[in-house]
């Protein structure tokens, strides 16, 4: 995990390439490098060493003239070097020496060898590939300058004052100056019309279990965010049976505006179950508040979903790095892979259903894993989804869609995942950490958050300034006073209109209120789990 930033071309200054380089920092606390290529271009690194924690330092240089920088990890690493790399003299234990090798063993076309999260550039002489993995785990912007010369980086901040345009790079794609962008992730999963596998309820768990097991590779100490709901408390608990095979006690972290905060109450029954070493971290209003601008200079995105939900994550990221951890498993991804938010119960054909949840797959990038990565790595915090392995998606998305849909289960959101792991012979979580609604990350810390920065944020705004918002922000103009001030805030760091674009507006579907939150949606429940579970909507 790191910041990566790579100039190509001539005559760039390789101190203020140091210094563009160094706005990311945080990414990478434990070093930072920078390599010269004889042609003028230039490869910068900022480390957080997970792996090789001795020799793996970047740049990383292959046999002969190639160079590369890399953000993510490569989890089938070792098999590559014992398989198809087998014949190469490696000059560390890191895995990301595997993708240099790949591109002198196959040139351009290897990026569908790896698994892992990856964004990476190989530079060669006058030849250069930049590559980013399948979903977008990993960030990557690309830009280019008044003089042609092209740039990539992990973060828009590196980049943005120097290029005349700019764009994120499309996740599941590679770039050469010769091919362009070339898709090189096409899964079945993609055409609504390919979900015809039967359901095996065996098949979803040992899935996920395999996710979770690749995921817990590191030679640093790993930990969990554990929120009470049943994404994070499924790979909490698998996480947890793997770790005691080999003697390691799992520490779990939530976070809320207090004690009674819903998200806590579930965290502290599903940590007392499974026996992590839980840390529960508080937050009040006017904390949120006070580094509200802050987190959206991290995270780089003014939709409204994804600053509510990235400032608790920011803290709850700051609390878990003080704590000595250096990698963390998150839940994302089980909403879009199975339906899970609320609004996906009014879908009106199945079709439709298994469409919008491709969708939200293909564009997590924009949202909830932008807003993931760079709250983690704000403090130099790894994360890592389960959910988002590819052969965990292929398995799961492509299951026939009547099976997913909830209302064949009387509304039951993620039914098939729940009755996955429904086992009272040897019971992964408590029935009411199963069986609980779907609660957003923004909403579970307590409503009270949500309801008061709304408010906060109708201070902060006149009538006047939003009723001018069309002309001051003609693109993606913002609609309520919440969105006016994150987008005035996201401005004063990124006024280019290249930054704007970058960003994509998260909106449900099939509801009348559009607001963002799961509490938008008349089926939200505030019973018991039993409401739940047996299906009944009060």
Known sequence: ?????????????????????????????????????????????????????????????GTNKAWMVHDGEIYNYKELKETVLKHHTFRTESDSEVIVRLYEEFGYDFCNK????????VIDGDKYIAGRDPIGVKPLYYGLDERGRIYFSSEMKSIADQCKSFSTFPPGHYYTAKTGFVKYYRPEYEDHKNADQPLDLNVVRQSLIDATSKRLLANVPVGVILSGGLDSSLTSSIACRILKEN???????????????????????????????????HFSVEEGVQILEKVIYHIETYDIISVRSGVPMYLLSKAI????????????????????HLYFRNAPSTEEFQDETIERVQKLFTADLLRADKTTMAHGLEVRFPFLDTTFLDTN??????????????????????????????????SEVLWRQKEQFSDGVGY?????????????????????????????????????LYRSIFH?????????????????????NLDPSGRANAAHLQGNFESVKSGVVV
């Open 247 to 281: 003697g390691q006690k799992l520490h779990s972290f939530s976070i809320g505006l207090d004690a009674d905060s819903p998200d806590n109450i579930v965290a502290r029954k599903a940590a007392e179950f499974l026996g992590t070493e839980h840390h529960e971290i």
């Open 448 to 484: 009270n958050w949500v309801d008061e920065l709304i408010e906060y944020c109708a201070s902060q705004v006149t009538d006047e300034q939003l009723a001018g918002a069309n002309a001051e922000f003609p693109y993606n103009s913002p609609t309520t006073k919440e969105a006016y």
């Open 321 to 340: 790095a003080e704590q000595g951890i250096k990698v963390i498993l998150s839940g994302e991804g089980a909403d879009e892979v199975f339906g899970g």
């Open 114 to 121: 790896l698994d892992g999260d990856f964004a990476f550039v």
């Open 1 to 61: 995990m790191s910041g990566l930033l790579a100039v190509i071309g001539k005559g760039k200054d390789p101190k203020l390439v140091k210094e563009l380089s160094e706005r990311m920092s945080y990414r990478g606390p434990d070093e930072s490098d920078v390599h010269i290529m004889e042609n003028g271009s230039i490869l910068c690194h900022e480390s957080l060493s997970i792996i090789d924690l001795n020799s793996g330092k970047q740049p990383i240089q």
């Open 492 to 512: 004063k760091y990124y006024p280019q209109v290249s930054a704007a674009q970058t960003v994509r507006k998260w909106i449900p579907k099939w509801q009348e």
């Open 397 to 430: 998305i492509r299951i026939k869609t009547e099976e997913k849909q909830p209302k064949t289960y009387d509304g039951i959101e993620k039914y098939i995942l729940r009755k996955a792991f429904d086992t009272p012979e040897d019971p992964y979580l408590p």
